[in-house]
Nanobody, 124 residues
Framework: QVQLVESGGGLVQSGDSLRLTCAAS????????MGWFRQAPGKERELVAA????????YYADSVKGRFTISRDNAKNTVYLQMNSLKPEDTAVYYC?????????????????WGQGTQVTVSS
C-alpha cells in the first residue's frame, strides 16, 4: 500500500520560511518523479515544484521561482519543499504527489499517488 505523508505546514507571517516534508512508503521511491501541488480555496490545484526520479531535473512554477526549493533523498524515501520569503498568496493546502515516470508533468492527472495535504497559511 502506497502512502505519502506530508508534514511541516503551519501558520506563519509574510516573509517567513517553512519546510514541508513528504515521507513515502510502499513504492520504489527512486522510480517516481515527485511533485508538490497546492490548492487554494476556489482555485484549481496547481503544480508548484517537481523533481525527477534521478534528481537530474527540477521544475518550478513561475510564482515560486527563487523562493522555493524542492529536493529529495532517495535513501530516506523523502521529498522536501523549502519555502522562503512566503507571501499571503502562498496560502493553500499543499499536496505531495508521485508519478511513475522519469520526468514531471503539469497536470495532476499525471500523478498516481497523493498525500492527504498540509495547510500552509501566510498572514500579512
Amino acid at each position: 500500500q502506497v502512502q505519502l505523508v506530508e508534514s511541516g505546514g503551519g501558520l506563519v507571517q509574510s516573509g517567513d520560511s517553512l519546510r514541508l516534508t513528504c515521507a513515502a512508503s510502499g513504492l520504489i521511491f527512486s522510480s517516481y518523479t515527485m511533485g508538490w501541488f497546492r490548492q487554494a480555496p476556489g482555485k484549481e490545484r496547481e503544480l508548484v515544484a517537481a523533481v525527477s526520479w534521478s534528481v537530474s531535473s527540477t521544475y518550478y512554477a513561475d510564482s515560486v521561482k527563487g523562493r522555493f526549493t524542492i529536493s529529495r533523498d532517495n535513501a530516506k524515501n523523502t521529498v522536501y519543499l523549502q519555502m522562503n520569503s512566503l507571501k499571503p498568496e502562498d496560502t493553500a493546502v499543499y499536496y505531495c504527489a508521485a508519478r511513475p515516470a522519469p520526468r514531471p508533468v503539469f497536470l495532476s492527472q499525471g500523478y498516481n499517488y497523493w498525500g492527504q495535504g498540509t495547510q500552509v497559511t501566510v498572514s500579512s
